[in-house]
């Protein structure tokens, strides 16, 4: 079975439905519709040109034009990732923490279900390789953002507690430990709970694009699965080293917080 | 048996420089307007706010000291006392030791058994100062230990203070805006006008 291909009509019909709804949000006074708007024109736009880079990419299939998207995507993931925190990290570790907790957790998890099980000739085919990172990466960079913004806001709300115990003779790392658990939970939760209603309540997107593109389902269920294995383990990852990495940030070295507290505009 | 505490040039963004020394089991108190930097001093004696210059007791240093090791020796009192576990005997190491202290400062054994959001202001004080001194630090540095307490319980807490102080030997420093009671607890009394940067 093939799909017939879409016209620009045809993404015409659902951006009236998101057409619709702003209005309704306009007429309700629930705000939110420039957001919607900017959103949505965002997302057409980043995806017609990512279309236009990927059919580049695909045919070229030249590996440093493949290794370069990948690190864009971090960059950007990097950035998106400490946003919309309430509250940040100061100067470069800003930038630093959230960096290297998507970089050592997407990667490694990317390659190993790109190499070990989907093994395309080369090693770097785009239509492989490309697909699989973002989905893993999307995933992350969302868990370290949860977690980062739950780890601050505990951190601000405990700072007479993170004090006080202090001036006990406990240890940082034993006094946010709570925190940290907290932050975690808060974190994972949005995966857990995915993995948990999968293939009951929602059908993930990979598997059905690929029950569309003509895969038998059981194939795609496998892939699936392995996807989400893929996705909850770079997820734990990034959470571990990210509250680990920003608990190291915010205090000096007689653990005492220090840069935790500064506020986005 | 404590030591002297020495500290020499030490300075915040926000007070100092200030040095001197407080001779071992002295108690000492501290007066002086609000935002005169009292408090911070005292953090910085206690390892809790970065700082320059050098601090130590006995021979220690205080930056080659562990941190927590440090803060188990010279252990600050906070003005205003917070609880992380829900129930206050979770917050003693050996809570079924407590009670003739317990006795000392007008407080009834049960009170350990009950929700930590629970208490009053003066019982969680008074609780507050019990969990400081559980492991018999070297120093002790209060921070306005009797503020929030009516005066027969200002009464018990100066005849605890003076009795602890009196049978552990241990440094004690003393912030408090009332004189009079300073006076009654302490050897001595020194009055700081400003610790504040450039005045």
């Given amino acids: ?265 | 048996m404590s030591a002297d505490l020495k500290f020499s040039g030490c300075a915040t963004p926000f007070a100092g420089p200030f040095s001197g020394v407080i001779r071992a089991g002295s108690n000492i108190g501290l007066t002086g307007p609000s935002g005169s930097g009292k408090s911070t001093l005292l953090k910085c004696f206690a390892d809790l706010v970065e700082h320059q210059g050098s601090i130590s007791l006995g021979g220690r240093q205080q930056t080659s000291t562990p941190a927590a090791e440090w803060r188990r020796m010279v252990r600050y009192l906070h003005a205003d006392i917070v609880w992380w576990s829900h129930r206050v005997s979770d917050h003693f190491s050996a809570p079924g030791r407590l009670d003739p202290l317990l006795d000392d400062l007008g407080l009834e054994s049960s009170i350990l058994d009950s929700a930590a959001d629970s208490l009053s202001t003066g019982e969680s004080k008074r609780l507050g100062l019990l969990r400081a001194l559980q492991d018999s630090p070297e120093v002790v540095l209060l921070d306005e230990p009797a503020s929030n307490l009516d005066g027969d319980n200002q009464e018990k807490m100066l005849n605890f203070l003076t009795e602890y102080h009196r049978h552990r030997k241990c440094t004690m420093v003393v912030i408090s805006h009332e004189p009079a009671w300073l006076q009654r607890l302490c050897h001595s009394t020194v009055t700081i006008q400003s610790l504040r940067s450039g005045s």
Avoid at chain 1, 67 to 84: G, K, N, W, Y
Avoid at chain 1, 146 to 171: D, K, P, T, W, Y
Avoid at chain 1, 208 to 217: K, V
């Fill in chain 1, 1 to 265: 079975m093939s799909n017939p291909p879409l016209q620009f009509w045809h993404l015409g019909v659902g951006a009236l439905s998101m057409l619709v709804i702003g209005v309704c949000f306009w007429v309700t006074r629930l705000g939110l519709v420039r957001s919607m708007a900017v959103s949505a024109i965002r997302m057409c736009a980043q995806l017609l040109l990512l279309g236009l880079v990927l059919e580049l990419l695909f045919e070229g299939r030249v590996w440093w034009w493949t290794v370069l998207f990948l690190l864009v995507m971090i960059v950007v993931a990097t950035r998106e990732s400490t946003q919309r925190l309430r509250r940040r990290l100061q100067g470069i570790a800003n930038l630093v923490v959230p960096f290297v907790s998507l970089l050592a957790a997407a990667l490694p998890y990317t390659a190993l279900l790109v190499l070990v099980v989907f093994r395309p000739q080369p090693w770097h085919e785009p239509s492989i390789l490309l697909p699989v990172f973002g989905m893993i990466l999307g995933n992350v960079m969302n868990t370290v953002s949860l977690a980062l913004n739950q780890f601050f806001q505990n951190l601000q709300s405990g700072r007479h507690i993170i004090e006080q115990r202090l001036a006990l003779g406990h240890e940082i790392a034993e006094i946010t430990r709570g925190f940290r658990v907290d932050a975690a939970r808060t974190a994972m939760l949005p995966i857990l709970n995915a993995m948990a209603v999968t293939g009951i309540v929602s059908l993930p997107g990979m598997m059905t694009g690929q029950i569309l593109a003509g895969e038998s389902p059981e194939q795609a269920v496998r892939y699936q699965i392995l996807i989400w294995f893929g996705i909850a383990s770079g997820a734990g990852a990034a959470c571990l080293i990210a509250l680990h990495m920003s608990l190291r940030a915010v205090t000096d070295s007689r653990g005492r917080p220090t840069r935790i507290f500064e506020r986005p505009e």
